[in-house]
């Protein structure tokens, strides 16, 4: 009776019997054939293996119990290997046919004598994958057996041939046997990272600054404004990481279900009977793999957390608006790009609108508005559509409307004001009137004017609402961006504050938390 439910299968064949057979000629190959399949029979009866069909130099087999499948693939590989092959009298000494194996462990019923699944063919794959005296192994038949890392060692994710999502092979290895072969001749599957419409611009230093950040941790976050091109730079740099992690590099967005997400983007399907972040943490608790995560909040952290601490190999990069404030996570707000990046960037976006502009001729604009890069496309138009020269005029005259022509820019803003607190609020609104910024000394004392600590000031940083400048080694300045300061304070900054109505909202929560405080 064929067994059913979770069945191991192996498929097993002879590489090269072809040109073997046609070598030795058809007598002495039906010598090698016959006594190659006779050891195979044999320690399938011991190990309750069930052969379901033999053609040529192939078996077709099931078993029950998938520990028995892998001691049998190891034992069928040791028996060829310690046999007496005849010499056949060729000159050629002892002919002894390299066989390779694959094994995988799935949900099968018995049909008219055989299996219908597209299990089966996926085991298929995994033998046609193998070299000869290789064993390979799906990553849930190596887990249904209880094989170790040490007795199956990961090779990767990758793409057979006619079946959907991806399949993680493991070679099965054990005393005796070979251990090195080349990769499987299939397509690896190393990431899933988006492929970009149009190259991006580089940011060097920004990528130089995730390299230095996660030489010390396995968690980096990047935030910023929305538009400030965060999930560009993520994507960019794990591009540039994906031959450099072992088990690949994951992008995902994680929406509303982190697990599911994760589970999408490796190409796994969720469990019904377990949460997806369970499912997840078991698919990449021995993985060596990048994990990039874009548009990310707090709701996430948990989940986040979870990962990083059952999956010890596992780093993650993520994107959001701020950052998740987890335990050892490095924290870098995406400052504005040096002038010749943010010429670069707003040059592409003139070039999407049928300009062609170069970025030397875009430099002055850039500059105008400090390569803010949600400001750069909020000028993008009138740049491409009139000139640079055109552009920096209209910005020098009345920046404020010129910024705000489209409405982008400022709903960019009002939706990062509206994520930091009352005191934040109110020590941005005071930076927004100092042109010049402020120093240590003098945040400070902004700070202790609102609730006495420099969370708020951490805030503004997060968001990336504040810059930070050094003049000197000793010296810092926190520096509202010019672009988000005119739409702020106005223009001038002698001027009393020009808040947009938009931010009305925003400024008097400032007010009736500024005097709660005063009252207490």
Known sequence: MLPAGDVTFMFTDIEGSTRLASGLGAEPYRIVLHRHRALIREVLRQHRGTEIETEGDSFFVVFGDAADAAAAAVEIQSSLREADWPDLGLDRGPIRPRVRMGLHTGEAWPSAGGYATPEVHRTARICAAAHGDQILASAQCAVAAGLGEAEAVGLGEFELRGLPGTTELRQLRSPGLPESFPPPPIVPHRHNLPADLKTPVDRPEEYRELDRAFAGHRLVTVTGIRGSGKSTL?????????????????????????G????????????????PVEAAVDHLRTKEALLVLD?????????????LRQCPRLTVLAAGARPLELPGEAKRALPPPPPEVAAAILAGFCEDRGATWTPADCRAPAEAVEGLVPALSAVADVTAFGSPAAATRRLREDPVSTLDSAGGFRAAIDEAVARISGPARAV?????????GASVDEVLDLCRQRDGSLEALVELVDAALVVIERPAVDQALYRVPTPIRWLLHGPSASAPPQVPASLGRLVNAVKIDTALARSR
Do not use: N, T
């Not at 740099?237 to 690949?248: E, I, K, S």
């Not at 599911?260 to 949460?275: E, K, N, T």
């Not at 609104?429 to 010049?436: D, F, T, V």
């Open 295 to 307: 548009e990310v909040d707090r709701d996430h952290a948990w989940a986040v957390e979870k990962l």
């Open 260 to 275: 599911s997400a994760v589970l999408a983007s490796i190409g796994r399907q969720p469990d019904p009977f377990r949460h």
């Open 234 to 258: 993520i994507k960019s740099w794990a591009g540039l990481r994906v031959q450099a992690q072992r088990d690949g590099v994951w992008y995902c967005v994680p929406g509303d279900d982190l």
């Open 428 to 436: 941005l609104l005071e930076l927004a009137a100092r042109r010049e």
